[in-house]
């Protein structure tokens, strides 16, 4: 469970960073940030990144976890980012 953990927060990392540059930028918060459905898509992209920490097995090295939690946001966006080019272009 702690493993578990460990990912889903560097999935939830990811996001304070974003937010955190916003606000130093003073910039208008994103429209997409008030509405629940992109909050319930980032409860489960932390999720999927726990996940994957415990369908790898990795128990006891808190930092791989965190840092595939990490990389799982990224990943995501780009596979978005390839569907959408792909469907415009299909």
Same mark, same amino acid.
């Given at each position: 469970m702690e493993s578990f953990l460990w990912g889903a927060a560097g999935s939830v990392a990811v996001e @304070?960073?974003?937010?955190?540059? !916003?606000?130093?930028?003073?910039?208008?918060?994103?429209?997409?940030?008030s509405k629940p459905g992109f909050w319930i898509l980032r409860v489960l992209v932390a999720a999927v990144a726990g996940s994957l920490v415990v369908a790898h097995h @990795?128990?006891?090295?808190?930092? !791989?976890?965190?840092h595939i939690g990490i990389a799982t946001p990224a990943i995501f966006a780009g596979l978005a980012e390839e569907i959408r080019n792909?469907?415009?272009?299909?």
């Amino acid at each position: 469970m702690e493993s578990f953990l460990w990912g889903a927060a560097g999935s939830v990392a990811v996001e @304070i960073l974003i937010a955190c540059r !916003l606000y130093e930028k003073e910039a208008p918060t994103p429209s997409h940030y008030s509405k629940p459905g992109f909050w319930i898509l980032r409860v489960l992209v932390a999720a999927v990144a726990g996940s994957l920490v415990v369908a790898h097995h @990795i128990v006891d090295q808190p930092l !791989l976890s965190i840092h595939i939690g990490i990389a799982t946001p990224a990943i995501f966006a780009g596979l978005a980012e390839e569907i959408r080019n792909v469907a415009r272009s299909g």
